[in-house]
Protein backbone atom coordinates (compact mmCIF):
# COMPACT_ATOMS: atom_id res chain seq x y z
CA UNK A 1 0.00 0.00 0.00
CA UNK A 2 1.28 3.42 -0.80
CA UNK A 3 2.53 5.59 2.18
CA UNK A 4 0.71 9.15 1.53
CA UNK A 5 3.36 11.95 2.63
CA UNK A 6 3.04 14.49 4.97
CA UNK A 7 3.81 18.11 4.74
CA UNK A 8 6.27 17.97 7.18
CA UNK A 9 7.76 14.77 6.04
CA UNK A 10 8.04 16.05 2.48
CA UNK A 11 9.94 19.20 3.80
CA UNK A 12 12.20 17.38 6.08
CA UNK A 13 13.26 14.91 2.94
CA UNK A 14 14.59 18.32 1.22
CA UNK A 15 16.26 19.61 4.53
CA UNK A 16 18.09 16.72 4.66
CA UNK A 17 19.31 16.67 1.14
CA UNK A 18 20.36 20.01 1.26
CA UNK A 19 22.11 19.53 4.81
CA UNK A 20 24.72 16.71 3.13
CA UNK A 21 24.99 18.50 0.03
CA UNK A 22 26.18 21.54 1.48
CA UNK A 23 28.40 19.41 4.10
CA UNK A 24 30.06 17.28 1.51
CA UNK A 25 33.83 18.09 1.30
CA UNK A 26 36.56 17.78 -1.54
CA UNK A 27 38.67 14.76 -1.13
CA UNK A 28 36.63 12.61 1.44
CA UNK A 29 35.07 9.35 1.20
CA UNK A 30 31.66 8.74 -0.53
CA UNK A 31 29.26 8.51 1.82
CA UNK A 32 25.77 7.24 2.03
CA UNK A 33 23.11 9.64 0.01
CA UNK A 34 20.90 10.89 2.50
CA UNK A 35 17.95 10.18 3.61
CA UNK A 36 18.40 6.67 1.35
CA UNK A 37 20.96 5.68 3.92
CA UNK A 38 21.55 2.63 1.19
CA UNK A 39 25.48 1.27 1.66
CA UNK A 40 25.05 0.68 -2.44
CA UNK A 41 24.06 4.28 -3.03
CA UNK A 42 26.84 7.12 -2.38
CA UNK A 43 27.87 10.76 -3.00
CA UNK A 44 31.19 12.46 -2.52
CA UNK A 45 32.25 15.70 -4.29
CA UNK A 46 35.42 17.03 -6.00
CA UNK A 47 36.56 20.26 -6.71
CA UNK A 48 33.89 21.13 -9.23
CA UNK A 49 31.47 18.35 -9.42
CA UNK A 50 29.00 15.68 -7.25
CA UNK A 51 29.68 12.65 -7.93
CA UNK A 52 26.76 9.64 -7.22
CA UNK A 53 27.32 5.79 -7.30
CA UNK A 54 24.77 3.11 -7.31
CA UNK A 55 26.75 -0.15 -6.65
CA UNK A 56 26.36 -2.82 -8.57
CA UNK A 57 24.04 -1.41 -11.00
CA UNK A 58 24.14 -0.99 -14.60
CA UNK A 59 20.50 -0.70 -15.87
CA UNK A 60 21.32 3.39 -17.00
CA UNK A 61 22.92 2.87 -20.35
CA UNK A 62 22.31 4.45 -23.67
CA UNK A 63 20.48 7.20 -21.70
CA UNK A 64 20.97 10.22 -23.78
CA UNK A 65 21.76 12.94 -21.03
CA UNK A 66 22.45 17.46 -21.08
CA UNK A 67 25.56 18.25 -22.21
CA UNK A 68 26.85 18.69 -18.82
CA UNK A 69 25.54 15.87 -17.08
CA UNK A 70 27.67 12.17 -17.47
CA UNK A 71 26.20 9.08 -16.95
CA UNK A 72 28.29 5.60 -16.89
CA UNK A 73 26.54 2.31 -16.41
CA UNK A 74 28.98 -0.46 -16.14
CA UNK A 75 29.51 -2.70 -12.99
CA UNK A 76 28.56 0.39 -11.09
CA UNK A 77 26.67 3.46 -12.23
CA UNK A 78 28.22 6.79 -11.54
CA UNK A 79 26.50 10.06 -12.25
CA UNK A 80 28.64 13.22 -12.06
CA UNK A 81 26.74 16.54 -12.40
CA UNK A 82 29.34 20.18 -12.11
CA UNK A 83 28.55 21.70 -9.00
CA UNK A 84 26.55 24.54 -10.79
CA UNK A 85 23.98 22.31 -11.18
CA UNK A 86 23.08 22.13 -7.61
CA UNK A 87 19.33 22.74 -7.71
CA UNK A 88 18.76 20.28 -10.13
CA UNK A 89 20.80 17.74 -8.33
CA UNK A 90 18.84 18.06 -5.11
CA UNK A 91 15.34 18.51 -6.97
CA UNK A 92 16.02 15.06 -8.31
CA UNK A 93 17.49 13.18 -5.28
CA UNK A 94 14.69 14.70 -3.60
CA UNK A 95 11.47 13.32 -6.43
CA UNK A 96 13.17 10.12 -6.19
CA UNK A 97 13.18 9.63 -2.37
CA UNK A 98 9.58 10.82 -2.25
CA UNK A 99 8.98 8.27 -4.77
CA UNK A 100 10.63 5.66 -3.12
CA UNK A 101 9.01 6.05 0.17
CA UNK A 102 5.92 6.49 -1.45
CA UNK A 103 5.96 2.68 -2.76
CA UNK A 104 8.00 0.64 0.11
CA UNK A 105 7.52 -2.53 -2.28
CA UNK A 106 9.66 -1.00 -4.58
CA UNK A 107 13.61 -1.26 -4.49
CA UNK A 108 15.17 2.17 -4.10
CA UNK A 109 17.19 1.84 -7.86
CA UNK A 110 13.60 1.69 -9.57
CA UNK A 111 12.50 5.20 -8.01
CA UNK A 112 16.22 6.70 -9.26
CA UNK A 113 16.23 5.20 -12.37
CA UNK A 114 12.65 6.64 -13.16
CA UNK A 115 13.66 9.60 -12.26
CA UNK A 116 17.23 10.00 -13.65
CA UNK A 117 15.41 9.05 -16.75
CA UNK A 118 12.05 11.68 -16.47
CA UNK A 119 14.74 14.67 -15.50
CA UNK A 120 17.56 13.66 -18.32
CA UNK A 121 14.42 14.48 -21.02
CA UNK A 122 13.61 17.46 -19.01
CA UNK A 123 17.05 19.19 -18.88
CA UNK A 124 17.60 17.99 -22.73
CA UNK A 125 14.43 20.38 -23.30
CA UNK A 126 12.41 17.60 -23.72
CA UNK A 127 8.66 17.45 -21.99
CA UNK A 128 7.22 19.80 -19.49
CA UNK A 129 8.57 19.79 -15.54
CA UNK A 130 4.55 19.57 -14.37
CA UNK A 131 1.90 17.25 -15.81
CA UNK A 132 -1.40 18.24 -17.20
CA UNK A 133 -2.92 18.21 -14.09
CA UNK A 134 -0.59 19.69 -12.24
CA UNK A 135 -0.35 22.42 -14.24
CA UNK A 136 -4.40 22.62 -13.53
CA UNK A 137 -4.14 22.29 -9.94
CA UNK A 138 -1.26 24.77 -9.62
CA UNK A 139 -3.30 27.43 -11.43
CA UNK A 140 -6.37 26.70 -9.49
CA UNK A 141 -3.76 27.09 -6.24
CA UNK A 142 -2.54 30.26 -7.53
CA UNK A 143 -5.21 32.06 -8.42
CA UNK A 144 -6.99 31.20 -5.14
CA UNK A 145 -4.06 32.63 -3.08
CA UNK A 146 -4.37 35.98 -5.31
CA UNK A 147 -8.00 36.21 -3.51
CA UNK A 148 -7.18 35.16 -0.69
CA UNK A 149 -4.05 37.77 -0.18
CA UNK A 150 -6.51 40.81 -1.61
CA UNK A 151 -8.21 39.65 1.90
CA UNK A 152 -5.96 38.59 4.05
CA UNK A 153 -3.09 39.83 3.04
CA UNK A 154 0.57 37.71 4.17
CA UNK A 155 -1.87 35.22 5.91
CA UNK A 156 -2.62 33.64 2.42
CA UNK A 157 0.46 32.89 1.45
CA UNK A 158 1.47 31.58 5.58
CA UNK A 159 -1.77 29.24 5.09
CA UNK A 160 -0.52 27.58 1.77
CA UNK A 161 0.42 24.41 1.77
CA UNK A 162 2.66 24.33 -1.08
CA UNK A 163 3.16 20.78 -0.87
CA UNK A 164 -0.23 19.72 -1.93
CA UNK A 165 -0.02 16.65 0.99
CA UNK A 166 -2.09 18.54 3.65
CA UNK A 167 -5.58 17.94 3.44
CA UNK A 168 -6.40 21.18 2.12
CA UNK A 169 -4.22 23.93 0.40
CA UNK A 170 -4.79 26.70 2.64
CA UNK A 171 -5.17 26.34 6.44
CA UNK A 172 -5.36 28.76 8.68
CA UNK A 173 -6.75 29.70 12.38
CA UNK A 174 -10.39 30.33 12.17
CA UNK A 175 -10.61 29.49 8.25
CA UNK A 176 -9.24 27.18 5.29
CA UNK A 177 -10.13 26.70 1.63
CA UNK A 178 -9.39 24.04 -0.87
CA UNK A 179 -8.52 25.13 -4.16
CA UNK A 180 -10.38 23.29 -7.58
CA UNK A 181 -10.48 23.84 -10.66
CA UNK A 182 -12.53 22.46 -13.85
CA UNK A 183 -12.91 23.13 -17.41
CA UNK A 184 -14.98 26.08 -18.52
CA UNK A 185 -18.80 24.64 -18.48
CA UNK A 186 -17.78 21.46 -16.57
CA UNK A 187 -20.53 20.88 -13.98
CA UNK A 188 -18.48 18.84 -11.33
CA UNK A 189 -14.93 19.07 -9.31
CA UNK A 190 -12.99 16.25 -8.46
CA UNK A 191 -12.43 15.68 -4.73
CA UNK A 192 -9.42 13.04 -4.75
CA UNK A 193 -10.24 12.41 -0.72
CA UNK A 194 -13.14 12.78 1.87
CA UNK A 195 -10.64 14.59 3.97
CA UNK A 196 -11.02 17.45 1.64
CA UNK A 197 -14.15 18.81 2.52
CA UNK A 198 -14.65 17.63 5.66
CA UNK A 199 -15.39 20.35 8.42
CA UNK A 200 -13.32 21.05 10.97
CA UNK A 201 -15.12 23.30 13.10
CA UNK A 202 -14.34 26.28 11.15
CA UNK A 203 -14.85 28.02 7.87
CA UNK A 204 -14.33 25.83 5.19
CA UNK A 205 -14.76 27.70 1.39
CA UNK A 206 -13.85 25.88 -1.39
CA UNK A 207 -12.59 27.70 -4.96
CA UNK A 208 -13.54 27.02 -8.46
CA UNK A 209 -11.52 27.82 -11.38
CA UNK A 210 -12.36 27.39 -14.75
CA UNK A 211 -9.09 26.61 -16.90
CA UNK A 212 -9.23 25.75 -20.53
CA UNK A 213 -6.07 24.60 -22.91
CA UNK A 214 -5.32 26.88 -25.77
CA UNK A 215 -2.85 26.43 -27.67
CA UNK A 216 -3.79 29.79 -30.30
CA UNK A 217 -5.15 32.47 -27.73
CA UNK A 218 -3.69 30.86 -24.08
CA UNK A 219 -0.57 31.84 -21.91
CA UNK A 220 1.98 29.63 -20.68
CA UNK A 221 1.93 28.59 -17.38
CA UNK A 222 5.10 30.62 -16.17
CA UNK A 223 3.97 33.87 -17.89
CA UNK A 224 0.81 33.20 -15.87
CA UNK A 225 2.12 33.23 -12.90
CA UNK A 226 4.49 36.16 -13.14
CA UNK A 227 0.57 38.34 -14.14
CA UNK A 228 -0.13 36.82 -10.92
CA UNK A 229 2.36 37.45 -8.60
CA UNK A 230 2.93 41.02 -10.20
CA UNK A 231 -0.79 41.66 -9.39
CA UNK A 232 -0.18 40.86 -5.58
CA UNK A 233 2.64 42.67 -5.32
CA UNK A 234 0.52 45.83 -6.74
CA UNK A 235 -2.34 44.60 -3.94
CA UNK A 236 0.79 45.37 -1.41
CA UNK A 237 3.03 42.31 -1.33
CA UNK A 238 6.47 43.69 -0.17
CA UNK A 239 9.37 43.29 -2.31
CA UNK A 240 11.00 40.21 0.25
CA UNK A 241 7.83 38.94 0.72
CA UNK A 242 7.57 38.36 -3.30
CA UNK A 243 10.81 36.82 -3.17
CA UNK A 244 10.04 34.58 0.07
CA UNK A 245 6.54 33.28 -1.95
CA UNK A 246 8.89 32.58 -5.42
CA UNK A 247 11.09 30.42 -3.40
CA UNK A 248 8.44 28.92 -1.34
CA UNK A 249 6.50 27.88 -5.39
CA UNK A 250 10.09 26.81 -6.71
CA UNK A 251 10.69 23.70 -4.08
CA UNK A 252 7.54 21.79 -5.31
CA UNK A 253 6.63 23.88 -8.51
CA UNK A 254 10.13 24.39 -10.57
CA UNK A 255 8.03 26.86 -13.06
CA UNK A 256 10.64 29.59 -13.36
CA UNK A 257 13.81 26.91 -12.92
CA UNK A 258 12.20 24.81 -15.83
CA UNK A 259 10.06 27.53 -17.79
CA UNK A 260 11.59 26.78 -20.94
CA UNK A 261 10.01 22.99 -21.17
CA UNK A 262 6.03 24.59 -20.73
CA UNK A 263 4.40 24.14 -24.24
CA UNK A 264 0.67 24.00 -23.20
CA UNK A 265 -1.16 27.11 -22.67
CA UNK A 266 -3.89 28.21 -20.64
CA UNK A 267 -6.81 30.07 -20.82
CA UNK A 268 -8.26 31.30 -17.89
CA UNK A 269 -12.02 32.02 -17.27
CA UNK A 270 -14.29 32.44 -13.78
CA UNK A 271 -13.05 31.96 -10.22
CA UNK A 272 -15.89 31.37 -7.87
CA UNK A 273 -15.98 30.50 -3.99
CA UNK A 274 -18.32 28.28 -2.41
CA UNK A 275 -19.17 27.87 1.80
CA UNK A 276 -18.76 24.50 3.08
CA UNK A 277 -20.97 24.55 5.79
CA UNK A 278 -21.19 22.24 8.36
CA UNK A 279 -24.26 20.74 7.26
CA UNK A 280 -23.81 20.52 3.69
CA UNK A 281 -23.85 17.52 1.77
CA UNK A 282 -20.44 17.49 0.79
CA UNK A 283 -19.07 17.82 4.97
CA UNK A 284 -22.15 15.71 5.80
CA UNK A 285 -21.03 12.89 3.11
CA UNK A 286 -17.48 13.08 4.11
CA UNK A 287 -18.06 13.39 7.98
CA UNK A 288 -20.19 9.77 7.72
CA UNK A 289 -18.05 8.06 5.83
CA UNK A 290 -16.90 4.57 7.35
CA UNK A 291 -13.42 4.66 7.97
CA UNK A 292 -13.55 1.06 6.47
CA UNK A 293 -14.94 2.32 2.65
CA UNK A 294 -11.80 3.44 0.89
CA UNK A 295 -12.02 5.93 -1.87
CA UNK A 296 -9.27 5.45 -3.54
CA UNK A 297 -9.97 8.06 -6.99
CA UNK A 298 -12.46 9.98 -4.99
CA UNK A 299 -15.74 11.04 -6.11
CA UNK A 300 -16.97 13.89 -8.76
CA UNK A 301 -18.70 16.88 -6.52
CA UNK A 302 -21.35 18.30 -8.77
CA UNK A 303 -21.46 22.38 -7.91
CA UNK A 304 -25.63 22.52 -8.64
CA UNK A 305 -26.01 21.45 -5.05
CA UNK A 306 -23.92 24.48 -3.85
CA UNK A 307 -24.24 28.60 -4.58
CA UNK A 308 -21.06 30.94 -4.89
CA UNK A 309 -20.42 33.95 -3.06
CA UNK A 310 -18.13 36.44 -2.75
CA UNK A 311 -14.86 35.31 -0.49
CA UNK A 312 -14.75 38.69 1.27
CA UNK A 313 -18.00 38.06 2.71
CA UNK A 314 -17.62 34.15 3.01
CA UNK A 315 -14.12 34.93 5.06
CA UNK A 316 -16.70 37.28 7.84
Known amino acids: MKHELTKEE ?55 TPNWLKIESATDTKITAPHSKTTDVVYMLRKSYEDYVADPSQ ?28 QRGFLGEMYAMAALYRVKKIKAIEAWDE ?36 HKGKKLILSVLDVNKDMKKGKLLPDIAK ?25 NYPIFRYSTSFTSKWKIGDLEFFMIDEDSKPALFSKHMDPCINVPDGYELILSGLSPGELVDLLK
Open 227 to 251: VVLDEMASAGLAADELEDLKEKIEK
Open 10 to 64: SAKIGKTINAQIANLKSGKSPVAVRPFNQTDFTIETTSDSYVLTMKNFNQLNNIE
Open 107 to 134: PYTDSLTSQVKFFTKLWRGEGECLSTEQ
Open 163 to 198: TSRASVDFDHDGWSLEAKSKSSGGASIHVSSKQQLM
